[in-house]
């Protein structure tokens, strides 16, 4: 497929994401997602950041297999995850569950910096050749559990998370700096919610119900050892 038809491709899933945003309207408290992120995503290509079986569904209004049980998720949902966070060019960002990079790069095109863990090697170190390849500077890499988030950088503007967790790792929430903002599906399997978390300046957290959902669940618990550099 060509580059004019990846792009003719891509203008109809902005199209589309508008349209699920005022169909959302209600529960999102908008009819519109922001100029810079539908920008961001009408720019990122997305199939980049599938199996090359997919490419020719990468911009689709759906989620698509990565292998290891994974997927890339909705396009509507990145959007809408990434304009929950209210991401701003001095920001520095935390991503929980990395995939093949594909929400990184959204993010980073937004955001001064991104640091993103992904517990499963393979899909970490497949992520760090894509970024490469699209000359993707601003995004670091580490594999590992992301329950324990990424300590050394620490505190983040905005975290994003790719996974659903039961409940909502302290890890994280210790590390989201005061007045910052986290995406988080969280839940049991049947029952998740899309949230958004915020703390104020006195470090005092808030979270609002945004949307259900049905994320693949967050592996690894608080108890299990640090993530390492992807290489």
């Not at 994280?172 to 104020?200: N, S």
Request: include cysteine; proline fraction near 6%; aromatic fraction near 6%.
């Amino acid at each position: 497929m060509t580059a004019d038809a990846y792009a003719g491709l891509r203008r109809s899933m902005i199209a589309e994401i508008a349209m699920h945003a005022i169909y959302a309207s209600a529960r999102i408290g908008k009819a519109a997602l922001s100029r810079r992120v539908m920008e961001a995503m009408e720019t990122v290509p997305r199939h980049s950041f599938v199996p090359v079986e997919l490419q020719a569904y990468a911009y689709a209004n759906t989620p698509l297999p990565i292998g290891f049980d994974k997927t890339i998720s909705q396009p509507f949902i990145v959007a809408l995850m990434t304009d929950m966070l209210d991401i701003q060019p001095d920001d520095t960002v935390l991503e929980i569950g990395t995939g093949l990079g594909y929400q990184a790069t959204v993010a980073a095109a937004l955001a001064r910096k991104v640091y993103s863990v992904e517990t499963i090697e393979q899909l970490s170190r497949e992520a760090r050749l894509r970024l490469a390849r699209l000359g993707i500077r601003n995004v670091e890499l580490r594999i590992g559990n992301g329950c324990l988030g990424w300590a050394e950088h620490a505190p983040f503007d905005k975290i994003i998370v790719t996974a659903a967790p039961d409940l909502i790792p302290t890890a994280l929430l210790a590390q989201l700096k005061p007045g910052g903002r986290m995406a988080i599906p969280a839940g049991l399997p049947d029952a998740q919610q899309l949230l958004l978390v915020v703390k104020d300046a006195d470090g005092r957290v808030t979270t609002k119900e945004v949307l259900p959902v049905r994320f693949s669940r967050l592996e690894g618990t608080e108890d299990d050892r640090p993530a390492r550099d992807a290489q």
